[in-house]
């Protein structure tokens, strides 16, 4: 095998090795290991600019699939996905802030319909998201427990 041929099948290798560790990382990206989504809490403090930010973030980046008002209606879902509703109170990947936070992060295998934000958005705009879907969704009780929300305007409680 002449240099030439080496050196392009040696970036064959490595662009395999590559891609094949990125399939590997979405899959981690949702199994077990790491801190347990359920017990992360909200580093962001609840306040107006984290409030406003967290709208600003959602109005960009979630609004297409899960629509302006966050009811699953967005205009630009993938074909055959169906955006949460994310106002309601039944949240099939968990409703803690950290399992929010997470499912942003990290997307929702295996089809990853809803993709990755990781690197996309900063780790605190994803908390500022968490907060702002709380302020227009049921409390966390209310997503726990499956009752309907109380006011879908309730305002997120101080941190």
């Given at each position: 095998m002449k240099w030439g041929s080496r050196s392009i099948a040696a970036c064959n290798a490595v662009l395999f090795l590559v891609a094949l560790s990125s399939v590997g990382h979405a899959r981690q990206a949702t199994s077990a290991g790491g801190p347990n989504p359920k017990t992360l809490k909200n580093p962001v403090r609840v306040n107006a600019a984290s409030l406003e930010r967290g709208e600003q973030v959602y109005q960009k980046y979630c609004r297409h699939c899960h629509g302006a008002g966050a009811k699953g209606d967005g205009p630009q879902a993938p074909e055959g996905s169906h955006p949460a509703d994310l106002t309601?109170?039944?949240?099939?990947?968990?409703?803690?802030?950290?399992?929010?936070?997470?499912?942003?992060?990290?997307?929702?295998?295996?089809?990853?319909?809803?993709?990755?934000?990781?690197g996309k958005i900063t780790d605190e705009d994803i908390w500022n998201v968490v907060i702002y879907l709380r302020s227009i969704g049921p409390k966390p009780a209310a997503r726990a427990t499956g009752a309907p929300p109380s006011k879908a305007a309730a305002k997120p409680s101080g941190r």
């Open positions: 309601d109170a039944k949240w099939a990947h968990g409703g803690t802030d950290g399992e929010i936070y997470t499912t942003i992060r990290n997307g929702v295998a295996p089809k990853f319909d809803m993709t990755p934000y990781e």
